[in-house]
C-alpha cells in the first residue's frame, strides 16, 4: 500500500511539473508570436526604398497637394510619403496595406485620406492623430470596430466605413461633433441605440445593406437629417416620414414595402412605386402653377380695364383744379378798388338770380362728376388733397368762390354800362 501510494504521489508531482512545462511552454510561444508581430510592425516602420511603380517617382515630385497611389498593389506606404508633409489630400485605396506607419503623424496638414479597398483589421493609431483631417475613407477593409482614439478626431465632417464587419452601431462617434456624413452601409448592424439622435450634426446617413427588419425608430428623433438611405434592408414596412421636416433624399429600394412612404412633397424617393408618386406630384405641381398664372392673368385684366375709368376721373378733377387756381390768381389780380367801384341798387335782384342760377349749375355739376363712380369717390378726393390745389371741405370753398365771382363780374359789366 505505502509503494502505491508513494508511486501515486510520485506520478502526481509528475504531473504537475509537467503542467507546470506546459504552461511555461505556453507562455513561452505567445511571447514569441507577440515579438514576431512587434518585428513585424517594426519592418513596417522601416521601409527599405523598393523600387516604384513606373511614374510614381514623378507624382512624388511634382510638389502637389494632392497625392493620388491608388491601386499600385502597395504592401507598404512608400517612405518618401512620409516626407511631403505639404500634402493635403492622400489617396491609397485598392492597394494591399495592412497597417499604417507612425511616421504619418508628420502630416499634420492632411485633410483628406482615402485608405479603402486594403486589409486594414483595424484603425491604425496614427491615422487618429491627424487631428486636422475632415474626410476619412475605411470602406472595404476587415473593421468590426473602431478604436477609442478616433475621438481625436474632432474636424472630422466625413467618415465612410462602408462594407466592413460592424455588428454594432460604434458609439465612439458620439465624440465626433462635426460629423455631418457616414457611410455605414454593407455592415451586420441589425439595431441602432437608442440615443443616436445626440449626434445632432449628422446631415446624411447611408444604412444600406444592413440586416435592419424594422424601421429604427429613433430615426425619427433627427428631424435634422437631408439623406436617408435605407437600401437593401429586410423592412416590410416604413412609418410616415413627415416627421422629418429637413429630409430631401430618402431611398428605400430593395425592401419587401408593400407602398412607398409618405413623405413631404419637396422629398425625392428612390423605391419601389416612386415613380408613379413623383409623376403624380408633378402634375399636381403643375396644375397649381396653371391656377396660379390664370388668376394672375384675370387680375391684370380687371386692372386694365378700370384704368381708363380712373385716369378719366383723375384727368377731369386735375383740369378742375387748374382752372380754380387759374381764376383765383386772375381774381387777386383784377380786384378792383372798392372805393371806384359804382354800386347799382336796381340790377341786384336780377344778378342776385343769375347767381343762384350759376351756383345750382355749379354744385349739381360737382355732385354728378364725384358721383361718376362710386367706387372711385375715396381715391378722388385723396387725389385732390394729393395734388394740395383744393383744401378739406373741397364743395363749400368751391361754392363761395363761385360767389365772388359772380359779385365781381356783375360789378364790371354795371361799370360798362353808359
Known amino acids: 500500500m505505502g509503494n502505491s501510494s508513494q508511486k501515486e504521489a510520485q506520478d502526481e508531482g509528475g504531473e504537475e511539473k509537467e503542467k507546470k512545462v506546459k504552461e511555461k511552454g505556453d507562455e513561452g510561444e505567445e511571447e514569441e508570436e507577440a515579438a514576431e508581430k512587434e518585428e513585424e510592425e517594426e519592418e513596417e516602420e522601416v521601409l527599405e526604398d523598393e523600387e516604384l511603380p513606373l511614374g510614381v517617382d514623378d507624382l512624388l515630385a511634382s510638389g502637389d ?56 483589421d483595424d484603425v491604425p493609431l496614427s491615422v487618429c492623430k491627424l487631428t486636422n ?6 470602406g472595404s477593409n476587415r473593421l468590426v470596430s473602431l478604436p477609442p482614439e478616433v475621438s481625436n478626431l474632432q474636424n472630422l465632417r466625413c467618415l465612410w466605413v462602408e462594407s466592413n464587419y460592424f455588428q454594432r452601431f460604434p458609439k465612439q462617434l458620439y465624440d465626433l461633433p462635426n460629423l455631418r456624413s457616414l457611410q455605414i452601409g454593407d455592415n451586420r448592424l441589425r439595431t441602432l441605440p437608442s440615443d443616436l439622435c445626440r449626434m445632432e450634426s449628422l446631415r446624411g446617413l447611408w444604412l444600406y445593406g444592413n440586416r435592419f427588419q424594422e424601421f429604427p425608430r429613433v430615426l425619427l428623433k433627427m428631424e435634422q437629417l437631408e439623406i436617408l438611405d435605407m437600401d437593401r434592408n429586410r423592412i416590410s414596412e416604413f412609418p410616415n416620414l413627415h416627421h422629418l421636416p429637413a429630409l430631401r433624399l430618402f431611398s428605400y429600394d430593395h425592401n419587401p414595402v408593400k407602398e412607398p412612404p409618405r413623405v413631404g412633397e419637396e422629398v425625392l424617393i428612390v423605391g419601389e412605386g416612386a415613380e408613379e408618386v413623383l409623376q403624380a406630384r408633378e402634375r399636381r405641381r403643375e396644375a397649381k402653377e396653371r391656377a396660379e398664372k390664370e388668376a394672375e392673368e384675370a387680375a391684370a385684366a380687371a386692372a386694365a380695364a378700370a384704368s381708363p375709368v380712373i385716369h378719366g376721373i383723375l384727368k377731369k378733377l386735375r383740369m378742375n383744379s387748374a382752372l380754380n387756381l387759374a381764376a383765383a390768381k386772375g381774381k387777386e389780380i383784377n380786384e378792383p378798388d372798392p372805393s371806384t367801384t359804382p354800386t347799382g341798387d336796381e340790377n341786384e335782384p336780377q344778378n342776385n338770380d343769375e347767381g343762384a342760377e350759376s351756383e345750382r349749375q355749379g354744385v349739381a355739376f360737382e355732385e354728378a362728376e364725384l358721383g361718376y363712380d362710386d367706387d372711385g369717390l375715396e381715391y378722388e378726393r385723396e387725389e385732390l388733397i394729393y395734388e394740395g390745389e383744393v383744401y378739406e371741405g373741397y364743395e363749400g370753398a368751391e361754392l363761395e368762390y363761385e360767389r365772388a365771382e359772380m359779385d365781381y363780374e356783375y360789378e364790371g359789366e354795371e361799370q360798362e354800362q353808359p
Not at 485605396?93 to 485608405?115: F, V
Not at 483631417?133 to 475605411?138: A, D, E, I, N
Open 65 to 120: 497637394p494632392v497625392l493620388d497611389l491608388s491601386y499600385y498593389k502597395f504592401r507598404r506606404l512608400p517612405r518618401q510619403v512620409l516626407d511631403l508633409e505639404y500634402l493635403e489630400k492622400l489617396y491609397v485605396c485598392g492597394n494591399r496595406l495592412r497597417n499604417i506607419p507612425k511616421g504619418i503623424t508628420r502630416l499634420q496638414g492632411l485633410r483628406t485620406l482615402a485608405l479603402d479597398f486594403n486589409k486594414l
Open 133 to 138: 483631417l475632415t474626410c476619412l475613407y475605411l
